[in-house]
């Protein structure tokens, strides 16, 4: 068998670069996945407010709240349309040719009010929710929702 040289080292010379190739792709996913610093959320200031303690609660009690806060945004569809609309009404107003100031205040105190409905609405929600938990889940809730050191913080700028 008479092989020829030339389609041999064609093929060696496309291996060889086929296998750098991959070398260099290997290499670099451990180099990213080895070498990654911590992840952003270690530098990010901490979470408070519902987020937070929907966090640290127990999947049973995360799913509860989250089903109760899923019922009031459903119950507060009209609230939420009335505030978007009131938010399009701003928005309209202050692009205006002539700027009406009392229906610019109009909008905005229609806004007010449909953001206020919503929130009344959600904070019942919490308030039904923290009706069913123990204490110590209460104060783990107080906890997430309003860090001491917030307050302390706020309390100390006062003085």
């Known amino acids: 068998m008479s092989l ?5 080292k064609t093929w060696l010379l496309l291996s ?3 296998n750098v190739f991959l070398i260099g792709g290997v290499a670099g996913g451990l180099y990213q996945w080895l070498g990654r ?6 530098l990010a ?9 929907m ?3 127990p999947e049973e009690r995360r799913r509860q709240l989250r089903q109760l806060l899923r019922q009031a945004r459903n119950d507060s569809q009209p609230q939420i349309i009335a505030g978007r609309e009131a938010r399009q009404g701003v928005v309209r107003e202050l692009g205006a ?9 109009a ?3 229609r806004s007010r ?3 206020i409905a919503l929130r009344a609405r959600v904070d019942e929600a919490l308030a039904n929710f923290a009706g069913s938990l123990s204490l110590t889940e209460r104060q783990q809730l107080v906890e997430s929702l309003y860090p001491r050191d917030l307050g302390e913080k706020r309390g100390a700028k006062r003085n």
């Open 45 to 53: 200031v901490p979470q408070h407010g519902l987020r937070q303690a």
């Open 37 to 42: 610093p911590q992840p952003p959320q270690a």
């Open 4 to 8: 020829s040289i030339r389609p041999l």
């Open 97 to 105: 040719e002539q700027l009406n100031r009392s229906a610019l205040d």
């Open 107 to 109: 909008e905005l105190g």
């Open 16 to 18: 060889l670069l086929l």
């Open 55 to 57: 966090a640290q609660m």
């Open 113 to 115: 009010e449909a953001d």
